[in-house]
C-alpha cells in the first residue's frame, strides 16, 4: 500500500505596499494647478485690463507677454541645475515662493505703471515658475519605480488644463466685467500658495529618510531602479547633437500652446465680443478638450507599442495624427458660428496636448538618464523663444490689421505641427538611442 505524500499549501500573502508616495503625487497635481492658474489670469483678465482700466495696445500687451517668455526661457537652462544642487524640498519652495510673491505683485500695478509695471510683474513670475517642472519631474523620480512614472507624470501634469479650467470660472466671481476690484484676482491663488507651503513642509523628504514610509513601499520605490552613473554631460557634449536639436524643433509648435493660453481670450473677445464672464465657458471647453487631449495622445503611442509597433514608429504616426487633428484650425477665423469656433479652438487644443505629450517622450526614447534634463531644458527653451517671437510679431500685426491678424496666428498654428514633424523626421529619421557618451547604441 502506497501512501501518498501531502502536500502543505502555505499561504504567503504580500506585504501591502502602501500609498504615501501617491500623496506626493497629489501635492505635485496641486503646485502645477496653481501654476496654471496663475500663468493663466492674465489671458482671462487681459481684454477687460485692456479695454477699462489701462488702455493697452496689442503691442503693449505683447511686450508683457514677451517679458514672461524671456524669464521663462532663462529660468528653464537654470532652475534645474539650481533645484538640483540645493535640494527637491528646498528648490520647490524657492520656486512656488519666487512665483507666488510676484503674482501678488500684479495687484500692485497702478495706471501710473502702465504696462511696465505688468512686464516686471510676469518677469518674475515667468522665473519662478520655469522651476515647476524640472521640480516635479525630479520628484517623480525619487519617489516612484520607472514602471509607474509615464502615470505620475501624466497625472501631476493634468493640473495644467484644472488651473487653466478653475481661472475663467474663478475669476468673474470677484472681478466686474469693467474690471472693479481685478487685484482680488492676483491674490486668490495666494491662499492656495501658502496652504501648499505648509504641506509640502510638513510632507516631503526623500523616501530614503521619510519615517512614515513603510518598508515594503520603499522597496517598491527602488524596485526597478537600476544603478546609474553620476557623472554630469556638460552643454558643450549635449549642444552638438542633432537629437538635441531634434527635440527643440518638436518644442517649436509650444508657442501656439502659449498664443491660446495668452491671446485666445483677446480672440474671441475681438470676434464675437465676449466680455470677463461670457468667455468663461468658452475657454473651460477649451482646456477639458485639451486634458483629455493630453491623455489620449500618451495612451495611443503606449497603444501602438504594446500592439508591437517600434517606438519611432508608434511615437511619429501619433505626432502625425496630432498634426492632422489640428489643421482645421485654421478656418476658425472664417466662421461667424461662436461655438464653432470654440469646438475648433478645443480640437487644436486636445491635438496641442496630445502632441506634447509624445514629444516629452523623445528626450526619454533617445537620450540617457542623465542627459534628459538638459535636453527637456534646451528645448524648452526654444520653446519659449519662439512664443516670444510669435508675441511680437502678432502684437504688430493685431495693431496694424485689427482682428484680420488673427488669421495669419491661425494659419501657422494650424500648419506648424507638420513642418515640425517633417524636419524632426529628416534630423532624427531612425530614433536610434545614444549611449552614456552620446554615441549612437549598435544593434546587436
Known amino acids: 500500500m502506497m501512501v501518498k505524500p501531502v502536500k502543505t499549501v502555505i499561504w504567503m ?24 492658474m496663475d500663468r493663466s489670469i492674465l489671458g482671462v483678465l487681459g481684454p477687460t485690463l485692456r479695454d477699462h482700466v489701462f488702455s493697452w495696445t496689442n503691442q503693449q500687451y505683447a511686450n508683457i507677454n514677451i517679458a514672461f517668455k524671456i524669464a521663462y526661457a532663462v529660468g528653464l537652462l537654470t532652475m534645474g541645475a539650481f533645484i538640483d544642487r540645493l535640494g527637491t524640498k528646498k528648490g520647490y519652495l524657492y520656486s512656488i515662493g519666487t512665483w507666488s510673491v510676484f503674482s501678488l505683485l500684479h495687484a500692485l500695478v497702478t495706471k501710473g505703471m502702465g504696462w511696465m509695471g505688468f512686464a516686471v510683474a510676469r518677469f518674475g513670475l515667468g522665473f519662478g515658475e520655469s522651476g515647476n517642472f524640472p521640480a516635479c519631474i525630479k520628484t517623480v523620480a525619487e519617489w516612484f519605480p520607472k514602471k509607474e512614472r509615464a502615470l505620475a507624470t501624466g497625472i501631476f501634469n493634468a493640473g495644467t488644463n484644472v488651473g487653466a479650467i478653475l481661472t475663467p470660472l474663478v475669476i468673474p466671481l470677484i472681478v466686474s466685467s469693467q474690471g472693479e476690484h481685478w487685484q482680488r484676482a492676483f491674490l486668490v491663488t495666494a491662499v492656495f500658495s501658502a496652504t501648499w507651503v505648509v504641506l509640502w513642509l ?29 557623472d554630469r554631460l556638460p552643454w558643450s557634449k ?24 495668452f491671446w485666445g481670450g483677446f480672440f474671441l473677445n475681438a470676434q464675437f465680443g465676449l466680455e470677463l464672464r461670457g468667455l468663461a465657458l468658452p ?27 517600434p517606438i519611432n514608429r508608434a511615437r511619429k504616426t501619433t505626432l502625425f495624427l496630432c498634426a492632422v487633428f489640428v489643421m482645421p484650425v ?3 477665423t472664417q466662421t461667424s458660428n461662436q461655438w464653432l469656433a470654440v469646438a475648433l479652438m478645443a480640437m487644436a487644443a ?4 496630445a502632441w506634447s505629450a509624445n514629444a516629452f517622450t523623445l528626450a526619454s526614447d533617445v537620450f540617457p ?9 534646451i528645448g524648452g527653451m526654444v520653446g519659449a523663444l519662439s512664443g516670444l517671437l510669435a508675441d511680437f510679431g502678432l502684437g504688430k500685426v493685431l495693431d496694424h490689421s485689427g482682428r484680420k491678424g488673427y488669421f495669419f496666428a491661425f494659419l501657422i498654428a494650424g500648419l506648424i505641427y507638420m513642418f515640425a514633424l517633417l524636419v524632426v523626421h529628416l534630423i532624427m529619421p531612425r530614433m536610434t538611442p545614444l549611449d552614456e557618451n552620446l554615441k549612437p547604441v549598435r544593434e546587436s
Open 238 to 261: 549635449v549642444l552638438p547633437v542633432k537629437e538635441t536639436w531634434a527635440f527643440a524643433v518638436a518644442k517649436i509648435p509650444d508657442a501656439v500652446w502659449y498664443f491660446y493660453l
Open 350 to 353: 486636445a491635438g496641442h496636448q
Open 369 to 377: 538618464k542623465k542627459a534628459t534634463a538638459s535636453v527637456v531644458g
Open 283 to 309: 475657454l473651460v471647453i477649451i482646456y477639458v478638450f485639451a486634458d483629455f487631449g493630453s491623455i489620449a495622445g500618451g495612451w495611443l503611442s503606449s497603444f501602438f507599442i504594446k500592439k508591437g509597433w
Open 202 to 230: 510638513r510632507t516631503y523628504r526623500k523616501p530614503e529618510s521619510h519615517p512614515k514610509l513603510s518598508a515594503a513601499e520603499l522597496d517598491h520605490i527602488l524596485s526597478d531602479s537600476a544603478a546609474e552613473t553620476l
Open 13 to 36: 500573502t504580500q506585504p501591502k505596499i502602501g500609498s504615501y508616495r501617491w500623496r506626493i503625487l497629489a501635492l505635485l497635481f496641486m503646485a502645477t494647478t496653481i501654476n496654471y
Open 330 to 332: 485654421v478656418l476658425v
